[in-house]
């Protein structure tokens, strides 16, 4: 038989616990309704900076410069990563209102292995900008746009006189009362 056993050990030293958060990237993805959100998938990197055994509670939210901010919700904590370890995350943030740059801000709180005495650490932050453009709705004002100058211009095309119904022919003789007119007698 064999036996696993996990084994911690402290040497003696100062505590330095801290998580860095990397790579920040993210990305939008529109939606096929032109007036409806869309959805920022964010991926970075928790990165164990310090020289403890941490873990984190993590939160990201996207927000612009007007409508409400977006959160993905509750999220599974960050397992616990020796020093030097990185955990590589993705998140779907939903309900994204589209109106040009965005911000995906990514917060980490530190959380020590159950049991462990360690000193407060810093929440770890990240962010990055994106451009959360409605790309339906565009496409919708530029063709409604190009129908209403297409009318437009058919308005304002002069017709001849022969083509607008009801409208007297050209000078010349009438042909038709002429016609009427040597039928006889």
């Known amino acids: 038989q064999r036996i696993g056993l996990r084994l911690g050990i402290r040497v003696a030293g100062v505590l330095t616990p801290q998580l860095a958060i990397e790579n920040v990237t993210a990305t939008y993805a529109s939606s096929l309704n032109p007036f409806g959100r869309g959805s920022a998938v964010v991926t970075y990197t928790v990165h164990n900076t310090g020289n403890v055994r941490l873990g984190g509670r993590?939160?990201?939210?996207?927000?612009?410069?007007?409508?409400?901010?977006?959160?993905?919700?509750?999220?599974?904590?960050?397992?616990?990563?020796?020093?030097?370890?990185?955990?590589?995350?993705?998140?779907?943030?939903?309900?994204?209102?589209?109106?040009?740059?965005?911000?995906?801000?990514?917060?980490?709180?530190?959380?020590?292995?159950?049991?462990?005495?360690?000193?407060?650490?810093?929440?770890?932050?990240?962010?990055?900008?994106?451009?959360?453009?409605?790309?339906?709705?565009?496409?919708?004002?530029?063709?409604?746009?190009?129908?209403?100058g297409a009318v437009v211009r058919q308005r304002r095309t002069p017709r001849s006189p022969a083509t607008v119904p009801g409208a007297a022919a050209p000078d010349g003789p009438d042909l038709v009362t002429a016609g009427t007119r040597s039928s006889g007698r």
């Open 58 to 148: 993590q939160t990201v939210s996207v927000s612009g410069l007007v409508g409400p901010e977006a959160s993905a919700g509750v999220l599974p904590d960050v397992p616990l990563l020796l020093p030097g370890g990185s955990a590589a995350v993705t998140v779907t943030v939903p309900d994204v209102v589209p109106l040009g740059v965005v911000h995906a801000t990514v917060s980490t709180e530190p959380v020590g292995a159950l049991g462990d005495a360690n000193p407060p650490a810093l929440l770890a932050t990240g962010t990055a900008s994106i451009i959360a453009v409605p790309w339906t709705f565009l496409a919708l004002v530029l063709g409604l746009l190009l129908l209403g």
